[in-house]
Every structure is written in C-alpha cells, then in structure tokens.
C-alpha cells in the first residue's frame, strides 16, 4: 500500500529562522497537499501540487514537488511563532478518487 | 464562508455509552469522511461515504458505524465506547473529484472516554 513519510517528526526553531519539511511517497503521486493543524483544532488547507516541478507559494511558505511526483517539500522563510502546529501531507491513495493517505505530520515549534 | 461544523470540540463519556459524532456541511459536498488522529499515528480513515446512503469501511471501522440520510450531514457512532476510541475525531467532505480541489476539514472533536 501506499505510504507518505514526513520528516523530522518535529522541529523546534527560533523566530526568524528557516526551516524545511520533507514528504516522501513510496510510490508516485497523483496530487500532493499540504495541511496545517494548530494545536488541538481541524487541517487548514494550505497547498495544492499536481505537476512534477511545480513549486508553489503563500506568504513565507513555499511548496514543491519533484520532477519524480514522490517528494514534496514545505520550506518556511522567517519563521513566526504563527507558524506553529502540526504539518501533514496528504495525497490520493493511487486506484482510488475519493481516499486520501496522510502523513503522520511535523510538530513545528517556534521559539519567540 | 464555505465550512464543514463538527457538533462539539470536547466530549466525555463513559465506557458503554453510544456515541454519536455530528458534522455538517454547506458546501453541497458529495463525498464525507470520518477520521481519528492519535499521536504517532497520523490520520487514520474510519468511514467515508460518496453519496447519500452510501457508505464504506475505511482503515479502522471496528468498534464504529456511520450514517448519511442527507448529503449535508455525515455522523459516526460508536456504538459503545471504550477508552481505546479516546481520540480526535476530524471529519472532512470534499467534491466527487477529490483530487483537483482537496478536502476541507471540521476543527475536531476531542473525545475521552473514561
């Protein structure tokens, strides 16, 4: 079946600082998401990827996907302690339209 | 603004009791799912349903049954609780072609069963 791994599993750093979260697939992606889960409340959506190469952008967060479509990345510029919570990559397990497979998400402390 | 509202964000119950989990959406989704998140294990698919009526067994379904008698509204049971279902529960929906536009998630409900 297939799997996403994240790395590091948390992640503590000062303010200002930058940082970067990595998502790996065992097999190719379909579409890669990333989400944000403040302490203790639901996933914000944050990131969609389809497109092996493609890099996308939010404020200070900017996502990637390889050529390969099976690692993403999630770098923070600056970070602030708005940043912190818990990342989870998401994707369509392959075969199936309406199950996704989660990451077992990045706890991201940021000290002030 | 577009949301999917889980009934309650903290819930305690007894071992034995059954347990319903509500959410709701207004975003005319074909596609709901329920989840639980413990720490090291990530997000684990319980249910998941794509049209009314319909549903189908996630990863962990045991212990859990759902219902969807209306597009909007997705609810889990437990249908007696054990201190092993004492977890967070996320429910999502998302349009039939999931994979353009993603999910969209409640903020949670924090269930302890003691």
């Known amino acids: 079946s297939q799997e996403l791994e994240q790395s590091p599993q948390s992640l503590i750093v000062q303010e200002g600082k930058n940082l970067t979260i990595n998502c790996t697939s065992s097999?190719?992606?379909?579409?890669l998401y990333w989400y944000k889960q403040k302490y203790g409340e639901g996933l914000i959506f944050l990131m969609m990827?389809?497109?092996?190469?493609e890099e996308k952008s939010h404020e200070k967060i900017t996502a990637k996907l390889d050529e390969k479509k099976q690692q993403s990345s999630l770098h923070i510029t600056a970070s602030q302690p708005s940043h912190a919570g818990i990342y989870l990559c998401?994707?369509?397990?392959?075969?199936?339209?309406?199950?996704?497979?989660f990451g077992t998400g990045t706890r991201l402390k940021v000290l002030a | 603004d577009v949301k999917v509202t889980q009934s309650s964000r903290y819930l305690v119950k007894r071992t034995g009791e059954k347990v319903f989990l509500e959410c709701v959406q207004d975003?005319?989704?074909?596609?709901m799912f329920w989840y639980r998140q413990d720490p090291g294990l990530g997000l684990r698919l319980i249910y998941f349903?794509?049209?009314?009526?319909?549903?189908e067994k996630g990863d962990i379904p045991e212990g859990y049954s759902v219902s969807r008698e209306k597009k909007e509204r997705f609810s889990l049971i437990l249908e007696s609780a054990s201190t092993n279902q004492t977890s967070m529960y996320l429910c999502?929906?998302?349009?039939?072609?999931?994979?353009?536009?993603?999910?969209?998630f409640g903020s949670g409900t924090r269930l302890t069963v003691v």
């Open positions: 990827l389809q497109k092996g190469g």
């Open positions: 975003m005319d989704h074909e596609n």
């Open positions: 097999k190719t992606l379909y579409g």
């Open positions: 349903s794509y049209d009314v009526k319909m549903k």
């Open positions: 998401g994707a369509l397990a392959l075969g199936g339209t309406y199950k996704y497979i």
């Open positions: 999502a929906s998302s349009l039939e072609q999931a994979q353009f536009y993603g999910y969209t």
